[in-house]
Nanobody
Framework: QVQLVESGGGLVQAGGSLRLSCAYS???????????YRWYRQAPGKQRELVAL???????NYADSVKGRFTIARDNAKNTVYLHMNSLKAEDAAVYYC?????????WGQGTEVTVTS
């Protein structure tokens, strides 16, 4: 089992920045099986969408809508994955979820809400 706890959401003005954190924990065996850490988001009335991912090999990938503005980073010493969000737009407002995935299983956090005001 892997547990994920997100934090860092809140209210921010358009053009501002936020840093989301996802603290992960679990048995050594479970954590070693994780191939990807991902951030998803879901806005009201919309489907959940993939925002960014970092692989166990530290490769990263981003949704086109956030490229150049968001950065995903993993700190192995702190067992935490971050999502640095800059130049926030109204359309970035959503509940952001952390996900950890093996080839056969997904783990999810409870989500943290980001509100962007104009």
């Amino acid at each position: 089992q892997v547990q994920l706890v997100e934090s860092g959401g809140g209210l921010v003005q358009a053009g501002g920045s936020l840093r989301l954190s996802c603290a992960y924990s679990g048995s050594t065996t479970s954590l070693q099986r994780i191939g990807w850490y991902r951030w998803y988001r879901q806005a009201p009335g919309k489907q959940r969408e993939l925002v960014a991912l970092v692989s166990s090999g530290a490769a990263t990938n981003y949704a086109d809508s956030v490229k150049g503005r968001f950065t995903i980073a993993r700190d192995n010493a702190k067992n935490t994955v971050y999502l640095h969000m800059n130049s926030l737009k109204a359309e970035d407002a959503a509940v952001y979820y952390c996900n950890a995935a093996t080839f056969t299983r997904d783990y999810w956090g409870q989500g943290t809400e980001v509100t962007v005001t104009s």
